[in-house]
């Protein structure tokens, strides 16, 4: 018995890792071809106004784009095999530096806006789900609605328009200008993330005006998937509260507050972790949005900043590194549900 | 007739409770907004982009007033037209993706799932991979790629919007169309020598159809919010073309800081308005369908004897 389950689950496990490999080999795909194979060439996107015909052919041999398709294609399997995304045309930047300088601040953004929506969304839902159909219910579930209906940016305009003002919050960027100054010139920037950084600086200082800048922006995408969880954990709570081993508990005579928070509530979380990934990819859709909104030094903000230089190699190596995460952490996720839900290796 | 409008009521004579108010207050909500969209021209006091009215040009960024009941923005735009104009701006760009989204997605499972082999597997992954795909970043990445063939119009912010939504319908049908092939009458229908096409145009396609409506409403608030989304970091519909909420959105949020809260607030409420509309539909919709969530209306049980108890 024993035997036949730690077996399965390894080779459950190389059987997810090697399907990443063909699920990411698709995705660059598709970005090579949406981004490369449609007309109009990233050299003249970019720099069309600038440099004459000549300069701009020079340019365009130079870094492959008249080669034919197919060696462009391979070109970019291998580079991004070697882990090179190429340089970006606007500001000549490796995109590999892009994403360590700004990919800290979506990190700390994402972490953020993860810890208060699971704050907010579990306990409502738990609390919508127990007491189904009545006013909490209807009050939660209402503000569930909201949640998801509320645009970012204009959960961002609002608080930037009636919360930040009256507490004297800070609406943009994710730290005051000395905060980033001294956490520089005294090499304390170690894992380029100023989260992690102005902790491991120990000032105190440093600490509060990375979290007060942080506060706005990671409530507001928070709220975005706190709705999520409301949901889904109130779902599943209706249908654990239903299945035959919660009513075998009451048969029992256990008391009703006992089996739903010893029986239910464990049950009905299980699904969270699974959901937690795909909730991933809405998260980065959304940080997005948020850093746009606060002006908030990530990678999305420099996306933008980038679609509208139409640079087409910054573009496309941006979201060939979100794309890889995406898949990588939803590989995480579908490993760690394997450990805890022993149904999922079959 | 009779039965189709029977059809029709069955997600009012099935529910119950919360289920049916949801439904009825969502149905409320969208119709006032396709209202307001279909009637715009009326509606709206001055044109989307309209900065004077006889002569006399409107205030900049002035509060809201009797001329201006919404007040009037930086570019001295009437606030309340640009909204009444963005449902129109709204519905169009959501009717237009979904029904692009219908036409390529249910024949496409239709077919993956009723052939299989190779063309089904090819067309699964390539679907798993789009649909694993942060969708507001594939949403950007194909506007970026459509507004600069197509320019900044509707049909390309449909197209973009449509990429994201298509996987889900091509899964659904699909899904359903594997497992209704081996029904007995799909089987009887291929033994009367019924061709593959006419029996998945008449055997399957009413069966597999059947989830699409949830799907389209609940797809339809998420359109919303992309489109406003795509507006916002201004990938969208170009403001001169027609009044879009969510690129109003980014002029507003200048003003934020300034106590100018009109320009902001009002394109903001229709927003979440209409999404909140629409979830409500969809969500009452898929209490009514999904069986697992629908709570019949009960009729009491009387017992007689002494050992009678309430029903739970």
Not at chain 2, 45 to 68: E, L
Not at chain 2, 152 to 159: N, R, W, Y
Not at chain 2, 221 to 244: N, Y
Request: net charge neutral.
């Amino acid at each position: 018995m024993t035997g036949s389950r730690s077996g399965s689950l390894p080779r459950y496990i190389l059987q997810r890792v090697l399907l990443v490999i063909p699920m990411i080999w698709v995705i660059l795909t598709l970005v090579f071809i949406v981004l490369r194979v449609a007309p109009g060439d990233p050299v003249s996107a970019a720099l069309g106004g600038k440099l004459n015909d000549e300069a701009l052919d020079q340019r365009r041999t130079a870094l492959g784009f008249n080669d034919p398709l197919i060696q462009q294609y391979w070109d970019y399997l291998s580079s991004v095999v070697r882990l090179d995304f190429g340089t970006t045309f606007s500001d000549n930047q490796k995109v590999l530096e892009v994403v360590r300088d700004n990919g800290g601040a979506t990190l700390s953004l994402t972490l953020a806006a993860f810890v208060i929506a699971l704050l907010l969304g579990i306990p409502l839902g738990l609390v919508a789900g127990r007491y189904r159909d009545t006013v909490p219910d209807v009050v939660i579930r209402v503000f569930g609605i909201l949640t998801y209906a509320a645009p970012i940016f204009f959960v961002g305009f609002l608080l930037q328009a009636y919360v930040a003002k009256p507490l004297g919050l800070p609406t943009s960027g994710a730290a005051g200008v000395e905060t980033v100054f001294y956490m520089e010139r005294d090499g304390l920037n170690k894992t380029h993330v100023l989260l992690f950084d102005v902790f491991l600086s120990g000032n105190s200082y440093y600490i509060e005006d990375v979290l007060k800048h942080l506060l706005l922006p990671a409530l507001t995408l928070g709220l975005l998937i706190c709705g999520v969880f409301i949901r889904l954990v109130r779902v599943n709570i209706l249908q654990t509260m239903q299945s035959d081993y919660v009513e075998a508990a009451e048969a029992r005579g256990i008391s009703t507050s006992k089996v739903t928070r010893r029986h239910a509530f464990r049950n009905a979380l299980v699904p969270v972790i699974t959901v937690i990934g795909l909730q991933f990819a809405l998260l980065l859709g959304g940080a997005v949005l948020t850093e746009s909104t606060f002006n908030w030094p990530g990678l999305g903000q420099r996306l933008v900043e980038y679609i509208n230089d139409r640079d087409y190699v910054a573009v496309q190596g941006i979201v060939t590194v979100f794309a890889i995460a995406v898949v990588l952490i939803s590989l995480l996720v579908d490993i760690v549900n394997a450990l805890i839900d022993p149904r999922v290796r079959y | 007739m009779r039965k189709f409008l029977k059809i029709l009521a069955k997600p009012f004579t099935e529910t119950a409770g919360l289920a049916r108010w949801m439904l009825v207050i969502g149905l409320a909500i969208t119709a006032v907004f396709v209202i307001l969209a279909i009637f715009a021209p009326l509606l709206a006091p001055y044109g989307f982009a309209q900065a004077s009215a006889d002569g006399v040009k409107f205030p900049k960024a002035g509060a809201p007033s009797g001329d201006h009941w919404f007040g009037t923005d930086r570019l001295f735009f009437d606030v309340l037209s640009r909204v009444i104009w963005g449902a129109r701006t709204a519905i169009e760009v959501v009717i237009l993706s979904i029904v692009i989204c219908v036409a390529v997605g249910v024949p496409l499972g239709l077919v993956s799932g009723y052939y299989g082999g190779w063309v089904d597997r090819i067309l699964v992954l390539i679907m798993d991979a789009m649909f694993a795909f942060p969708s507001f970043l594939l949403a950007i990445v194909f506007s970026f790629l459509l507004t600069g063939l197509l320019g900044g119009t509707v049909l390309a912010v449909a197209l973009s919007l449509s990429a994201i939504y298509v996987p889900q319908y091509f899964r659904v049908v699909r899904n359903t169309t594997v497992s209704a092939k081996e029904a007995a009458y799909v089987e009887a229908a291929r033994a009367i020598g019924a061709s593959d096409f006419v029996i998945m145009r008449r055997y399957l396609f009413g069966n597999v159809v059947q989830s699409v409506p949830v799907l389209g409403t609940l797809n339809a608030a998420d359109a919303i919010l992309t489109l406003a989304g795509l507006g916002f970091l201004g990938l969208g519909i170009q403001s001169t073309d027609a009044a879009e909420w969510g690129h109003d959105l980014n002029r507003a949020l200048a003003d934020a800081g300034s106590g100018i809260w009109w320009t902001g607030l009002y394109p903001g409420l229709a927003i979440v308005l209409l999404v909140t509309g629409l979830t409500l539909v969809g969500e009452g919709l898929n209490e009514t369908i999904n069986p697992t969530l629908r709570r019949r209306r009960l009729l009491p049980v009387v017992m007689s004897g002494p050992a009678a108890r309430e029903e739970r």
